[in-house]
């Protein structure tokens, strides 16, 4: 039932995993090396040092065979201990994921309920450790970019909260849907755990989980009170030093991770960034066209990877989806959990382009026809002359 399938370029815009460049196909598709010989010393040093550079630390970058889901387990047990009090905040599916995962570990999260709509507030977090006298608050952890929703909270701001109200909670940031697409600080935000993966900005297939991680998430790790063997980062961090994992590592994904690297490198991190802000302006004119509403609505927490668009009343979502795959076999992002049916995602992300992205739109707008979904013509061309003239589509919208 995809007649389309196969005739050209499948249409890969679900905001990850994320089409893998050609590059990065060709530098994995090598013969197995020795683990522990010479060859896989330069890589793993290389892969190291790389991941620093993109994460924007001088500290350890612990990568692990694992999804996403694995790292953020890292980033609990290595850090924090049974009953421990943790701030998380509602921003959409994957933030209550892993408030479910802390939940499970028998941490005691204040979960602060949001209407997956907006960020996380830096006030409330500021507020919510101002009444934490006693320091019993042990972590506040947040999704950078939340996935589910298109909303990029405002990390700098949640740190600037935390200092403020002179707290020493630790900084846990879940980067899986940012890293390598939005600006990240680890260093300079005073992150403490930044967890990230490899399948969506990074341009990678599915299987390395990341933990980028402080000082003084180290040291907690000393004495935490969490049991962990597989998880643990003083096993990693001891061979790591010589370039060596403590275990088999998944030598092909880092063969691909020293491409990614190097690619998104030759860009320009800052090109990058700039980049994916672009292409999301040009997809949220498309949107306003169409006569549609952009699932954020603080349009200082929009998202570069990613457009999370509603649909009309009555309509839905997964319905439409499956007839722009079927006729124009473009893949785009389903509505998770209570979003089910009521939004569709557009990913714009990694291995994206202008004209990549106009295929996308022009598969959305032809799709929203096939399947008889009330909109308005002309969002193609309204991303077209947003590509233009980047600046006005930059502008505050009336
Ligand atoms: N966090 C966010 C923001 C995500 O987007 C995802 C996956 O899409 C996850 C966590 C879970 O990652 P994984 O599926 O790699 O375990």
Redesign the pocket.
């Known amino acids: 039932d995809r007649p389309m399938a196969g005739k050209g370029r499948h249409f890969l815009n679900i905001?990850?995993p994320s089409p893998v460049p050609e590059r990065v196909l060709r530098a994995m598709n090598r013969q197995i090396i020795d683990h522990r010989g010479p060859e896989f010393q330069t890589l793993g040093r290389e892969v190291l040092e790389g991941c620093r550079t993109v994460f924007k630390t001088r500290q350890p970058v612990v990568i692990y065979p694992s999804?996403?889901?694995?790292a953020?387990e890292s980033a609990i047990v290595n850090t924090l201990s049974p009953g421990d009090k943790v701030l998380m905040v509602e921003t959409g599916h994957?933030a209550t994921?892993?408030r479910q995962m802390a939940a499970r570990w028998r941490l005691d999260v204040d979960f602060v309920p949001g209407d997956w709509r907006h960020g996380v507030d830096p006030a409330v977090i500021e507020a919510r450790l101002v009444d934490d006298k006693a320091h019993a608050i042990k972590a506040v952890a947040v999704?950078h970019?939340?996935?589910s929703t298109g909303v990029t909270s405002r990390v700098a701001e949640i740190r600037k909260a935390i200092d403020a109200a002179n707290h020493p909670a630790l900084l846990l940031v879940?980067t899986?849907?940012s890293l390598g697409s939005v600006d990240y600080a680890h260093d300079e935000w005073g992150v403490d755990v930044t967890v990230s993966?490899s399948?969506?900005g990074l341009m990678l297939p599915?299987g390395l989980?990341f933990t980028a991680i402080s000082e003084k998430a180290l040291k907690a790790s000393k004495s935490n009170g969490f049991m962990r063997s597989y998880w643990d980062w003083e096993e990693m961090l001891k061979p790591n030093a010589q370039g060596f994992f403590p275990y088999t590592p998944a030598t092909n994904l880092l063969f691909g991770l020293k491409e990614a690297i190097d690619i998104l490198l030759e860009e320009g991190l800052d090109q990058v960034f700039a980049r994916h802000k672009r292409l999301a302006a040009a997809t949220r004119a498309a949107v306003e066209a169409w006569g549609l509403e952009v699932l954020c609505k603080n349009p200082a927490e929009y998202s570069p990877v990613l457009t999370a668009v509603l649909m009309p009343p009555s309509h839905d979502a997964d319905a439409f989806r499956k007839v722009a795959l079927e006729k124009y076999d473009i893949s785009l992002g389903t509505g998770l959990a209570k979003l089910a049916g009521k939004v569709f995602r557009i990913g714009h992300l990694g291995e994206c382009n202008e004209l990549m992205l106009m295929g996308a739109l022009s598969g959305v707008e032809m799709g929203l026809a096939a399947a008889g979904v009330p909109h308005r013509r002309g969002g193609v061309a309204a991303a077209l002359a947003a590509l233009e003239q980047p600046e006005a589509a930059n502008a505050p919208r009336k």
Do not use: A, H, M, R
């Open positions: 905001p990850g999804s996403g889901t694995g953020w994957f994921l892993w999704v970019n939340e996935t879940d899986i849907s993966c399948q969506k599915p989980g």
